[in-house]
C-alpha cells in the first residue's frame, strides 16, 4: 500500500491551465471562432502543457500532476471520459471535440449542460448529467497525457483524477437511492484507467475527493471504503494520495483509515482543524501526509518561518520521511506569476506569490524539511512580507473609525409593500417587464480604444466619446428592441469587479493577474491590500448620460460589496467581516452618489453571494448575516421610491432563500436558464413576496433560443410565481456575446414577454 521510504518530499496539485499571457484562451476562441484548425489547436495547447510541466520540474517540485490540464473543465472531462454524454448529443461522435464543447457551450441542436461553482471558488464546473447510462472508460486521457510528460520531457509525472463519490455527488438527474448503483457501476471502469496507468510505469495517482470536507452523514463512509478497498485490491503497489482541500476533513479517523498510501490535507484553510485531529488522534504510521501548507487560493507571501514552524510541529506525529510539502489546494485558483506585473508599487509586489513563486515556496520548505535551509535562510525569504504587513500606505483612519461606527448607519427601509405602491406609480411598468442584467457586448473595437487610451493614444475626451457613442447606440437598440427598462452597457468597464477595484482607494489591479471563472473566460481579481474607501463618484457620469436619451428608466449599475470580497484576493490580517463592512460603506456612498443625480434604479449585483458560503454548515450563519447586513449597508440609505435591484449568479440557491429575502430588494434576478425547473421548484416551498427575474435563456451559449423554449421558462415560473412579480430577462450580462446573437436573443425575449401579456390580458377580458 505504499513504499516504505518516501524519497519525494514535494508536490504539485495542479497548474493554472491559461498561459502566462492567456495563450490557451485566445487559442480556444479562435478555434470556436473557425479561425484556426483542430489540429493547430492540439498543437498549441500541447505547447501550453508541456511549458507547464518544465516549468514545475524547472521549480525543483517532485510530484507533477497531469490531468489538471483542461480544454475547458475537469469535471467535464471525467463525464466526457467516463461516457456520461447527456442523450441530447448522442446524435454526435462520443469522443469529438465538437461534442465535447457542445456539452460544454451547447450546438444549435441542443441546450448546454447546466454549470455551477466549483465548491466556495468563483472557478464554475459543467455539472455531469448521469442519466440512465453506463459508464465505460471511452477513451484513457489520463494514460495519454502520462505517456506524452515521460516522452517529450522524461518526467515520471502523477497522474490526477476526481474522485468517484466527488463525481456522483456533484451530478444530478439521478434519484438519491440510485447512487450505490452509479457508484458501483463506476468503480470498476476506475480500477480499468488505474490499472492502465499502472501498466504504463505512474507509481503515483492523485484522486481528488473534495467532498470530504463538507459534513457528510455517517451512511457516506463506507462508500468510500467500498471504493478505496476496491482499488487496493485490484492495484496494491499503485501509491494514490486521497487528496482533499478548501477545509478540514470530516470523519477523520474513518478516513486516514482507508487502505491508500497517502492522504493530502489542507493546513491552511481548515481552521486548525486539521492538525488538531493529528494530535489528538494520532496519524497512521503506515501512510504518507501530504501537507497542504502553501495556500494555493491567496497571493500573498507565506512567512516561511512560520511555515517551518508547522513542519517541525508535524514531524512529532508523522515521521519528516513520510511527509510531502505541497499547496493547500490547485494553482487553479491564482495567477501564473508575479514577474509580469509592471505597474504594482514595489513594496506590493514584493509581497505576492502567484503559481510559480507559491512553487518556489513548496520548494523552499522541501529543502528545510531535508535540512537543506536554516530558518535565517527563510527569515531573508519573509523580509519583503514584513515591510509589507507593517507599511503605513495600508492604514486609512477614517475608514477604520467609520466601521467601528457601524452601527450609525441604516440598514433597514420602508417596509417592502408601502415600496412597491410608491414604485408601481412612480414607473408604471407592464406586466412582465423586460429588462437584461447590465452589460452589452464588448466588441474587439472597444477593447483595443480602450487599451490604447490606457497607453494614452487616446486622450480622456477621445475616450469619453467612444463610450458616449456607444452607449447612445445601445440605447437606441433597446428602445428599437421595446424593452422596458434600459442599462447604459458598461462599455467602459473591463470587469464587473476590477472596475471598481481601480476607482476604490485600498486596492490595486494588476496587469497579467488572470485566473479561468469558467471555459475561456478569465478574470483578474483586484488585491485588497488595505484599508477600503470611496473617493470620488464611479459610475454616475455614464448612467447619467444614457439616462439623458430615453423617457424609459435606466439602471445604474454596480457591483455589490460581498462579490467584490469574493472576487478579490482579500488581505490576511484582518477579519473578512471587517473587509466586508468597508466595501458596503464604499458602495453606499456610489448609490448615493446615482440617486442625487436622478437615478431612480440601482442595481447592486451579488453574483458571488453564495460563493462565500462555509462549507461547513455549522460556519454559514455568521457568514450569511454578514452577507446581508453588508448589502443592507450599501443599499439601505436611499429614499423609499428608489427601487434596489440585484443580480446572482450559478449556484445553488434553494437552501438560502431566506437569506436571499433577508437582502431586503425589490428586484432579484437569478442565473438559472441551465437549471431552470429546479431553482423554479424553491419558490414552491418558500413564498417569496418580492419582484424576481429567473433567466429565460442562457447568455454563456452562442445558441439563440426560440420563443417557445422562453415561454417555456416563463410559463415554469410562473406557476408558482404571480404574474405581477416576474420579470422576464437573460441570466446574465451579456458582455461575452456578440452584437448580432445580443440582438437576435433578445428580439425573441421581447416577442416571448409580449406573447404571454396577450395571453394573460386575453384571459382577463
Not at 113 to 121: G, H, I, Q, S
Not at 296 to 301: D, T, V, Y
Not at 676 to 686: I, K, N
Request: hydrophobic share 40%.
Amino acid at each position: 500500500m505504499g513504499v516504505s521510504i518516501l524519497t519525494l518530499i514535494s508536490s504539485n496539485l495542479g497548474y493554472p491551465r491559461i498561459g502566462e499571457r492567456r495563450e490557451w484562451k485566445r487559442a480556444l476562441e479562435s478555434f470556436w471562432n473557425g479561425n484556426i484548425s483542430e489540429s493547430s489547436l492540439e498543437e498549441t495547447l500541447k505547447d501550453i502543457r508541456l511549458l507547464n510541466l518544465k516549468k514545475q520540474k524547472e521549480k525543483g517540485i517532485d510530484l507533477i500532476p497531469v490531468g489538471d490540464f483542461s480544454l475547458y473543465d475537469h469535471v467535464l472531462d471525467t463525464a466526457f471520459m467516463f461516457g456520461y454524454i447527456p442523450s441530447r448529443f448522442q446524435h454526435m461522435e462520443p469522443t469529438s471535440l465538437k461534442t465535447y464543447f457542445a456539452m460544454a457551450r451547447g450546438s444549435d441542436e441542443a441546450e448546454a449542460m447546466e454549470m455551477t461553482k466549483w465548491f466556495n471558488t468563483n472557478y464554475h464546473y459543467i455539472v455531469p448529467e448521469l442519466e440512465n447510462k453506463t459508464p465505460a472508460l471511452v477513451k484513457n486521457r489520463l494514460l495519454e497525457l502520462f505517456q506524452e510528460a515521460k516522452n517529450e520531457l522524461n518526467i515520471e509525472a502523477k497522474p490526477v483524477l476526481l474522485g468517484p463519490i466527488t463525481f456522483l455527488k456533484l451530478a444530478k438527474q439521478y434519484d438519491q437511492h440510485d447512487f450505490h448503483k452509479h457508484l458501483s457501476a463506476l468503480i470498476p471502469v476506475y480500477v480499468q484507467l488505474l490499472t492502465e496507468l499502472a501498466q504504463a510505469g505512474a507509481k503515483w495517482v492523485q484522486i481528488d475527493e473534495p467532498i470530504l470536507v463538507q459534513e457528510l452523514d455517517d451512511s457516506s463512509i463506507p462508500l468510500f471504503k467500498e471504493v478505496y478497498d476496491a482499488f487496493h485490491k485490484a492495484l496494491p503497489s499503485l501509491n494514490i494520495i486521497l487528496q482533499t482541500y478548501f477545509e478540514s476533513i470530516t470523519h477523520y479517523q474513518e478516513i486516514v483509515s482507508l487502505p491508500v498510501a497517502a492522504i493530502g490535507l489542507d493546513f491552511v484553510h481548515d481552521h486548525g482543524v486539521n492538525l488538531s485531529n493529528i494530535k489528538t488522534l494520532g496519524f497512521p504510521k503506515d501512510k504518507i501526509l501530504a501537507a497542504g501548507l502553501i495556500d494555493g487560493r491567496n497571493i500573498w507571501k507565506a512567512s516561511l518561518v512560520s511555515k517551518a514552524k508547522e513542519i517541525d510541529d508535524l514531524a512529532q506525529y508523522v515521521d519528516i520521511d513520510r511527509l510531502i510539502i505541497q499547496p493547500s489546494c490547485s494553482l487553479l485558483h491564482v495567477p501564473v506569476t508575479v514577474q509580469n506585473e509592471q505597474s504594482l508599487p514595489s513594496i506590493l509586489k514584493n509581497a505576492l506569490s502567484f503559481a510559480d513563486e507559491k512553487l518556489d515556496e513548496v520548494n523552499e520548505l522541501a529543502q528545510y524539511a531535508k535540512g537543506k535551509r536554516t530558518i535565517d535562510d527563510l527569515k531573508q525569504y519573509d523580509r519583503s512580507y514584513t515591510d509589507f504587513i507593517h507599511s503605513s500606505f495600508r492604514t486609512n483612519e477614517k475608514v477604520q473609525e467609520a466601521t467601528k461606527n457601524i452601527g450609525a448607519y441604516p440598514t433597514k427601509r420602508l417596509d417592502y409593500t408601502e415600496r412597491q405602491k410608491l414604485h408601481k406609480k412612480r414607473w408604471n411598468l407592464p406586466i412582465l417587464p423586460t429588462t437584461t442584467i447590465g452589460s452589452f457586448p464588448q466588441t474587439k473595437e472597444i477593447r483595443q480604444i480602450r487599451l490604447k487610451w490606457r497607453k494614452g493614444e487616446y486622450t480622456n475626451e477621445q475616450y469619453e466619446s467612444v463610450i458616449n457613442n456607444e452607449i447612445k447606440k445601445w440605447i437606441d437598440i433597446q428602445e428599437q428592441l421595446g424593452l422596458d427598462v434600459f442599462v447604459h452597457g458598461e462599455f467602459e468597464r473591463t470587469d464587473m469587479v476590477e472596475f471598481f477595484g481601480e476607482k476604490l482607494n485600498g486596492i490595486a489591479v494588476t496587469n497579467n493577474g488572470w485566473v479561468q471563472s469558467y471555459g475561456s473566460r478569465c478574470v483578474r481579481p483586484p488585491i485588497i491590500y488595505g484599508d477600503v474607501a470611496f473617493d470620488q463618484p464611479m459610475t454616475v457620469k455614464e448612467s447619467v448620460y444614457a439616462q439623458s436619451l430615453t423617457s424609459k428608466p435606466v439602471k445604474g449599475m454596480l457591483t455589490g460589496p460581498v462579490t467584490i470580497l469574493n472576487w478579490s484576493f482579500v488581505r490576511n490580517d484582518i477579519d473578512r467581516i471587517s473587509v466586508l463592512r468597508q466595501l458596503a460603506l464604499a458602495i453606499r456612498e456610489e448609490v448615493l452618489a446615482l440617486e442625487k443625480n436622478g437615478i431612480g434604479m440601482i442595481q447592486v449585483d451579488e453574483p458571488a453571494l453564495r460563493e462565500g458560503l462555509p462549507l461547513k454548515q455549522s460556519k454559514q450563519k455568521e457568514y450569511i448575516e454578514g452577507a446581508a447586513e453588508a448589502f443592507k449597508l450599501a443599499t439601505s440609505s436611499v429614499r423609499p421610491e428608489t427601487q434596489i435591484h440585484t443580480h446572482m449568479c450559478y449556484s445553488q440557491f434553494e437552501d438560502i432563500m431566506e437569506a436571499i429575502d433577508d437582502l431586503d430588494a425589490d428586484v432579484i434576478s437569478i442565473e438559472s436558464s441551465r437549471s431552470h425547473g429546479e431553482l423554479v421548484h424553491a419558490f414552491e416551498t418558500y413564498q417569496y413576496k418580492r419582484e424576481i427575474g429567473l433567466g429565460v435563456y442562457d447568455i454563456h451559449s452562442p445558441r439563440i433560443p426560440s420563443v417557445e423554449e422562453m415561454a417555456k421558462n416563463i410559463d415554469r415560473a410562473l406557476a408558482v410565481l404571480d404574474v405581477r412579480q416576474f420579470w422576464v430577462n437573460p441570466d446574465c450580462g451579456l458582455k461575452t456575446r456578440s452584437v448580432d446573437e445580443t440582438i437576435s436573443a433578445l428580439k425573441v425575449m421581447v416577442e416571448a414577454a409580449k406573447t404571454y401579456r396577450e395571453k394573460i390580458t386575453a384571459a382577463q377580458i
